[in-house]
């Protein structure tokens, strides 16, 4: 009997240490999901940000080779440069 208590106690131990260490894991685990999802966040703020200044420069550039060809349908007789991809109107 002597020898089954320092086994238990070793391996009550050894359970207290896991146990420890897997909240650390959790807590580490918790710091790096607030980092990652505070930069994923970032980053989609970001793709918004692209996607609207994109959009609004194309549109920018869309309605001026459309105003450029209507202003050369309208006045055929004056010198209008049109961007060539003004091909129909």
Request: hydrophobic residues 45%.
């Amino acid at each position: 009997m002597a020898g089954i208590f320092p086994q238990k106690q070793f391996a009550a131990e050894r359970i207290a240490a896991l146990v420890e260490e897997g909240r650390a894991r959790e807590v580490d685990e918790a710091a790096r999901h607030a980092v990652a999802s505070a930069k994923h966040d970032e980053l989609l703020q970001r793709l918004h940000k692209t996607e609207d200044a994109l959009q609004a420069t194309t549109k920018d550039y869309i309605l001026g080779v459309r105003s450029c060809c209507f202003a050369a349908a309208a006045a055929p007789a004056m010198t209008v440069t049109c961007n060539p991809i003004c091909v129909d109107v």
